[in-house]
C-alpha cells in the first residue's frame, strides 16, 4: 500500500463547489458540524482516502471490517450551493501525514472543481462557556472581510499557539496553491464533545455559504450534553483540567 491512495467512486458535475472539512479535534466541532450536513441533506459519495499514516485499525459495522479513510461527499442543498465534505474517523498520527494527506485532501479537491475551502473545528476556552463566538482566520483579506460580515471575529494573537493539523495546514497549503480558504473555528470548553459550537459554526456556514439545514437533531444533542456537563459540575465543581498540549490543540 502507498503512503497516500485515493480511491474515486463518483464523478459528479459541479458547480464552483465549496470544500467544507471536518475531522476530529477539540469538541469534535468541526466532525460533529460536517457530519450533521451529511445527515440533513442528500449527499453522494464521491472519493475515500486511505494512508499508512492513519492509525493502523479498521473500524467493525454488522461484522464487515473497513480499514481507516477519510470520505469526501458531493451534497445536495435545495439553495443550489454546490458543497463537497470532507469527514473521517482519524487524522494522522505523525507531522508528514498531516502534510501529506491534507496535499492529498488538496488533490482530490483539485479534481472535483473545488473554488473555496472551509476548515470547521473548536478552539478551547478551558471553561464551560454559555456564549459561543465563532474565530476565523483566512488566507485572502476578502474572505476576511465576508467573515467579518457574517458575525465571526478575527482577534489578534488567536488563537494561541496557531491552527494546527489538518484545519491549519488547509490554509496554509491552499495559501500556496492560490485557493481562497478560511477557517471556522467555534468557542468550546474543550472537555467534552460540544454539539452547541458545532451549531454556531454552521450557522456561520450557512450565512457564508448560501443553504440550510434543520438544527433539531442538534439541539437535542447539545440537550443531552448539557446534562452530562451538569453531573460533571455537581460532582466536580466543574470541568477536569485541560493539558496546555489540549489547550494549543485546534482541529
Known sequence: MDPFEIEILAEPELDDPVLVEGLP?????GKLAAEHVLEELDSTLVARVYSTHFPPQVTVEDGTAELAHAEF???????GSDLI??????QAQDNEGHYGLTDTFLDVADRLGVQRVFALG???????????????????????????SAGVEFREDEPAGGIVGVSGLLLGLSGRRDLPAACLM?????????????QAVLEILQDVIGFEVDFASLEERADEMEEVVRKI??????????SEEDLRYIG
Open 122 to 148: 473548536g478552539v478551547p476556552t478551558g471553561e464551560l462557556i454559555e456564549e459561543y463566538d465563532v474565530l476565523g482566520a483566512a488566507t485572502t483579506d476578502e474572505l476576511v472581510d465576508e467573515l467579518e
Open 233 to 242: 459540575q455537581e460532582m466536580e465543581g466543574g470541568g477536569p483540567a485541560a
Open 186 to 198: 467555534g468557542e468550546t470548553s474543550g472537555y467534552l464533545v460540544d454539539p452547541k459550537s458545532a
Open 85 to 90: 465534505t470532507l469527514t473521517g474517523d482519524h
Open 73 to 79: 461527499h458531493a451534497v445536495e442543498t435545495e439553495d
Open 25 to 29: 479535534g477539540v469538541g469534535h466541532v
